[in-house]
């Protein structure tokens, strides 16, 4: 349990020191549109039964600075079904 307990810390410690590091080097600005594009692959038998097959998702993101480092985001997907 100790273990377990230290290894959360270390990763909390880790990711807050990664995110502190991104926002001073690398800020996002006061407005931001990305378009995401991905090839999604299902694995599972489960996704047999509702006839979801593997496809490309294209997203498209944007968001504003309400105060610095804090942003109002948006996503959606493009297109509709995988088929």
């Known amino acids: 349990m ?7 810390f270390c990763m909390v410690l ?3 020191a990664t995110s502190a590091y991104a926002t001073d080097k690398y800020a996002l600005g006061k407005e931001n ?8 692959s299902f694995t599972d038998d489960a996704f047999d039964e509702i006839d979801l097959e593997d496809g490309v ?8 600075a309400l105060m610095p480092n804090l942003y109002l985001a948006r996503r959606g997907r493009l297109g509709g079904d995988f088929k």
Do not use: T
């Open 2 to 8: 100790k273990k377990v307990i230290l290894l959360s």
């Open 14 to 16: 880790l990711l807050v």
């Open 33 to 40: 549109l990305a378009l995401k594009v991905d090839y999604i």
């Open 57 to 64: 998702y294209v997203g498209l993101e944007g968001s504003i």
